[in-house]
């Protein structure tokens, strides 16, 4: 049971992490108006389909944890590291007064549920 739980994580958090970056890819413009009505430099219009471009095999990487966690140890602890980094770049960013908190609670829930289907499978391995 635990095991499909977190197949079903990964495949939640590979759909997310795709959508998301396939957003940034194709519209950019979509988040920066969403945020700000100021005009943006075209610099941050391709930063940000970069780092679209950069999610997208993001969102594979869950793909491969989800056929096969047990063998793919190393996919896992970059996911963990990943989302690690990103919850305490989001709480920095709201503390620097960057942005607001309600913009982090995008992310910020998905990467704790990556992180629970992480530990789910930890936990898993352990008791084998």
Do not use: H
């Amino acid at each position: 049971m635990l095991y499909i739980l977190s197949r079903i994580v990964f495949i939640f958090c590979a759909i997310y992490f795709l959508i998301m970056g396939l957003g940034l890819i194709f519209s950019p413009q979509v988040l920066i108006k969403g945020i700000s009505d100021a005009e943006t430099s075209p610099a941050i219009t391709g930063i940000l389909r970069g780092a679209g471009g950069s999610i997208i095999p993001y969102s594979l990487l869950y793909v491969l944890v989800c056929m096969d966690p047990f063998k793919r140890q190393w996919a896992l602890t970059v996911l963990l590291l990943a989302n690690f980094t990103a919850i305490v770049l989001d709480l920095v960013s709201v503390m620097l007064g960057e942005y607001k908190f309600s913009y982090a609670l995008f992310d910020i829930p998905v990467e704790v549920l990556s992180i629970t289907g992480i530990g789910i499978i930890y936990l898993i391995r352990k008791k084998m």
